[in-house]
């Protein structure tokens, strides 16, 4: 079982709707999760992160965490063209603070 | 402010030559870490540093070597190139166990 699990996608979302991406992981003690995007061939930038269950929200982005369910995800409100890129789900791993494990990642388009 | 600054930004390598990959970062972070990442994948962990004196291995340190002898560097050396170290290396630090990273822009490197 993969410790971070995204779907590829590619998730194709018509401008001004929400776009919703989905991270599930195996480590039941982590703690810290994290939301980056990745253009294409540029490196990742943070834009979310969570520690606590529930929602926090940050603009147009909202990350929901459930930690019974080993869940977190990502909503983006009033989707715009300049949202289409990957999103990097990563996970703290419990045995070692340190270091964060990433997803593969999900393709997001935005539709004119 | 220049952030993480990885040199050279491309290479390529015939296959057994060795190079190293240079990672400089001036935010007084104490925490690096060098990931790979292959086509339309997430990004894999190789090995991270806690502090200068300190390397640790992550999830595909083998064909690479690390050292940290200054809080501001940490190179990543390959001895014997192989075809299937042909990936873009991301160098990233954090500053104590924030976990908050911050990237460079990558190393796309092509071994032939």
């Known amino acids: 079982q993969k410790e971070v699990e995204q779907n590829s996608g590619p998730l194709s979302v018509p401008e001004g709707a929400i776009a919703s991406l989905n991270c599930t992981y195996s480590d039941r003690g982590s703690q810290s999760f994290f939301w980056y995007r990745q253009y294409s061939g540029k490196s990742p930038e943070l834009i979310m992160f969570?520690?606590?269950?529930g929602d926090k929200e940050d603009g147009r982005f909202t990350a929901q965490l459930n930690k019974a369910s080993q869940y977190v995800s990502l909503l983006i409100r009033d989707s715009q063209p300049s949202d289409s890129a990957t999103y990097l789900c990563?996970?703290?791993?419990?045995?070692?603070?340190?270091?964060?494990?990433f997803g593969s990642g999900t393709r997001l388009s935005i539709r004119p | 402010n220049a952030g993480v600054t990885q040199t050279p930004k491309f290479r390529i390598l015939k296959i057994g030559q060795s190079m190293t990959l240079q990672c400089a970062q001036d935010m007084n972070h104490n925490y690096m870490y060098w990931y790979r990442q292959d086509p339309g994948m997430g990004l894999k962990l190789i090995y991270y540093?806690?502090?200068?004196?300190?390397?640790d291995k992550g999830e595909v340190p083998n064909g690479y070597n690390v050292s940290r002898s200054t809080t501001e560097d940490f190179p990543l050396r390959l001895e014997l190139a192989a075809p299937s170290q042909t990936s873009v290396y991301f160098c990233?630090?954090?500053?104590?166990?924030?976990?908050?990273?911050?990237f460079g822009s990558g190393t796309r490197l092509t071994v032939v």
């Open positions: 990233a630090s954090s500053y104590g166990q924030s976990n908050d990273y911050t």
């Open positions: 990563a996970v703290n791993i419990y045995s070692s603070a340190s270091k964060i494990i």
């Open positions: 969570i520690y606590s269950n």
């Open positions: 540093s806690v502090g200068a004196g300190i390397t």
